[in-house]
């Protein structure tokens, strides 16, 4: 059995561990740092002590798989009616990264049915391989019988990293593949890089609610499986029109019955649902205040051609509905631009936009956190702020003229023509 | 219809904190509390046996201090408590936590429905409900934010998507995760509250439900943490206070230079 190990000697007592420990499992007992029953072993005080005074002794009687025997790195192209899912852009780019550093190769896996249209808009990214997972009864998402085509698919290849968007598909089967070949899987990364000569990939992701971050690697099973973040990662752009290698596989019997039958797909596109797509978006804080204080915000993003996001006060105040949420709990967002108004900056709303272009907060607290991941703040009340700087982009449109106003949707109606 | 729900005991995520000096955890009076995500699923429990009638009983694996949030369980007027703890389970990740939930599962006899909320909020992956199914061999549905019908052999549910939702059909026996729109979770009243307190709770070890010890714990958990830290970003971006006017006009420089404007 594996445990946590103090090495009394090298210990002097100073009790960061103690602090430290998330599981409050370990105590300083009539002078000696002693671990208790609510240790889980997550290594926590192992990283904090200043002393190296604790490890975590494993024992290895596991059966070993071969490792070396699996190679290439694997991107599941989320498709829905033949549409890629932008997030497997950014996961190419990625996983070309680590198959250059691995010295593999990159394969993307369609599962589905009438896949030849997505096939193709593949062949546009530097791939040396499609797998193309293709049945009737794929037509549908559902978790049983994507994840036991892609189990058997896997147990075949013997992949050594497979990649997939931590969208609502992605997290609802991965984890079934992951129990099914027997592996770990490491969800909603935000960072992935190989560590050494063996090929380990170091994981890393938001955890206890954003507060810190993990790295996370799957030591001695393949293939090592993450789902990553939407808009974390930036996204390649297509090249030319190549010839890719095309690897047909069809399901066994087993893998393609399920129980469960989508009776319904419901998907009501609103500008909510896109604001992980925007090039622009403008979100309201607690210090919007109200529900029509959102008004100001609609008028700002509409202003700059972009979709309304919220943190989650605003949400759960009411003001804005759910879909609307950018942050641990809600959207991850990787906009050009973002703007912050009335929002403090809690670390689980900056999981959600960090990665924007370029950040413009505004704020009336000058301490407030959101100012730490600014390139413009500024501070002051928002309602009186946002007004002056829709006046001012007006007035520049106005002065450049009606025919160089490119990149923005038209200006909302009653404040068409630049009157100045 | 006998129902399981599986809760976990995490730290209160909401006062867990970076402290800015030191960047280190700031936990300092924080508790232990039942997952915030799982109270949507022991609620929805106990509708459906009001509706259909049967059993609740919530399951967890944890340390024994867990016991305390298997009470607060109880108080909502779960039937039964079990927890599954020893010190081999400890340093489980997702796979060998579902492996042993899964043992249990089966050593209490099996159960038509076996709820989870959708993620825990410590470590946020949501894998356990789709791992413990495969585990049973059942199917699942994820993201459930609405039961539209639920009868014995089978559920009509409503599955949250990233665009909308989509309308499931599930056999039972099998594995749901429910979101928070499901329901609205009922308080504890005084009696409920006495009741959990003394209410006899069942303690099953590696044993008991039989597990293969290379499966539990560490040495059964294929991933591991290496290194945790706190998040840092920083911008050397200008903030403007006393001249505002310059930094709007700072603003619209930027619009300009993305070609916003
Ligand atoms: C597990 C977990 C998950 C979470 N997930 C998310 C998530 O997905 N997304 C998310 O956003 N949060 C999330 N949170 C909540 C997060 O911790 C914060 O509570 C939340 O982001 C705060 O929202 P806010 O910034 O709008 O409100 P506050 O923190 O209250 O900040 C409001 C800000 O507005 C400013 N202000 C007030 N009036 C004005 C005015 N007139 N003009 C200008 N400024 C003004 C104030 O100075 C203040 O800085 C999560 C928390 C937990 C524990």
């Known amino acids: 059995m594996s445990r946590l190990e103090i090495i009394q000697q090298s210990c002097d007592l100073c009790g960061l561990c103690v602090e430290e420990c998330p599981f409050d499992a370990l105590a300083i007992v009539e002078g000696w740092l002693r671990v ?57 780019g990625k996983g070309r990264e680590l198959a250059d550093r691995r010295g593999t190769c990159l394969c993307a896996v369609l599962v589905g049915d009438d896949l030849g249209a997505a096939a193709k808009a593949l062949c546009c990214f530097p791939v040396e391989k499609i797998f193309v997972a293709q049945h009737p009864s794929l037509a549908r998402f559902r978790s049983g ?13 013997r992949p050594e990293i497979v990649l997939c ?57 393949r293939p090592q499986m993450a789902t990553v973040r939407p808009n974390v990662l930036p996204t390649l752009e297509p090249g030319r029109l190549r010839d890719v290698e095309m690897v047909r596989f069809t399901p066994s019997g087993g893998a393609i019955e399920s129980a469960v039958e989508v009776l319904e797909v419901c998907e009501k596109q609103t500008d909510a649902v896109n604001i992980a797509e925007a090039d622009v978006v403008v979100s309201g804080g607690r210090g919007v205040s109200s529900a029509q204080g959102f008004g100001l915000i609609r008028e700002l993003a509409q202003e700059l051609g972009g979709a309304v996001g919220a943190s989650r006060a605003a949400v759960d105040a009411g003001w804005i509905p759910y879909p609307h949420q950018v942050g641990q709990t809600g959207k991850t967002l990787q906009p050009k631009l973002y703007v912050a108004c009335g929002i403090s900056g809690a670390v689980q709303h900056l999981v959600g936009m960090q990665s924007a272009g370029k950040i413009i907060a505004i704020n009336q607290d000058p301490e407030a956190p959101i100012f730490r991941v600014a390139d413009v703040g500024l501070v002051g009340d928002l309602h009186v702020i946002v007004p002056r700087w829709i006046e001012r982009i007006r007035r520049r449109r106005a002065a450049d003229g009606p025919n160089n106003s490119a990149g923005a949707s038209a200006p909302p109606p009653g404040h068409g023509e630049g009157r100045s | 219809m006998k129902i ?17 000096e030191t960047k280190t955890l700031v936990r300092e009076g924080v508790e232990s509390v039942l997952n915030p995500l799982d109270t949507f699923a022991v609620e929805e429990a106990l509708r459906i046996r009001q509706g259909l009638g049967g059993t609740v009983t919530a399951i967890t694996l944890g ?27 400890a340093g489980s990740d997702t796979w060998s936590t579902s492996y042993a939930l899964a043992r249990a599962v089966e050593t209490l006899g099996g159960f038509d429905l076996i709820l989870c909320g959708k993620q825990a909020v410590d470590g946020d992956t949501g894998h356990v409900g789709p791992e413990l199914s495969v585990h049973l061999g059942l199917p699942q549905a994820t993201y459930v934010r609405r039961m539209r019908e639920i009868e014995p052999d089978h559920a009509v549910v409503e599955r949250l998507t990233d665009a909308g939702y989509e309308v499931l059909r599930v056999p039972l026996p099998a594995v749901m995760t429910v979101v928070k729109d499901l329901n609205e979770p009922r308080l504890p009243n005084l009696e409920d509250l006495f009741r959990g307190r003394f209410a006899p709770l069942k303690r099953l070890g590696r044993q008991e439900i039989a597990a293969d010890p290379a499966q539990i714990g560490l040495d059964g958990s294929p991933t591991r943490v290496v290194e945790i830290f706190s998040p840092s970003v920083e911008r050397a971006g200008r903030i403007y206070e006393e001249d505002l006017g310059a930094g709007i006009a700072q603003a619209v420089r930027l619009l300009e230079e993305e070609g916003l404007l």
């Open chain 1, 36 to 92: 208790g029953e609510g240790c889980v072993l997550c290594g926590v005080c192992v990283e904090k002590c200043p002393a190296d005074a604790l490890c975590i002794v494993e024992e290895r009687e596991r059966e070993e798989r071969d490792l070396g025997s699996f190679s290439g790195v694997w991107v599941l192209a989320e498709q829905s009616a033949g549409r890629i899912h932008p997030v497997t852009f950014q996961l190419l």
């Open chain 1, 145 to 157: 019988t994507y994840a036991a085509a892609l189990a058997e698919l896997i147990e075949r290849e």
């Open chain 1, 165 to 221: 968007g931590a969208t609502s598909m992605g997290r609802a089967f991965l984890p079934r593949v992951a129990a099914l070949v027997k592996t770990g899987l490491t969800a909603d990364c935000t960072g992935l890089e190989i560590a050494d000569e063996e090929g380990l990939l170091l994981q890393t992701r938001p955890a206890f609610g954003g507060n810190i971050m993990a790295t996370i690697v799957c030591p001695r099973h």
């Open chain 2, 4 to 20: 399981a729900v599986c809760v976990k005991q995490v730290p209160d995520t909401t006062r867990v904190e970076v402290d800015p």
């Open chain 2, 63 to 89: 340390p024994p201090q867990a016991e305390r949030m298997l009470r607060q369980v109880l108080a909502f007027g779960v039937d039964e408590g079990v927890l599954v703890s020893g010190r081999e389970f």
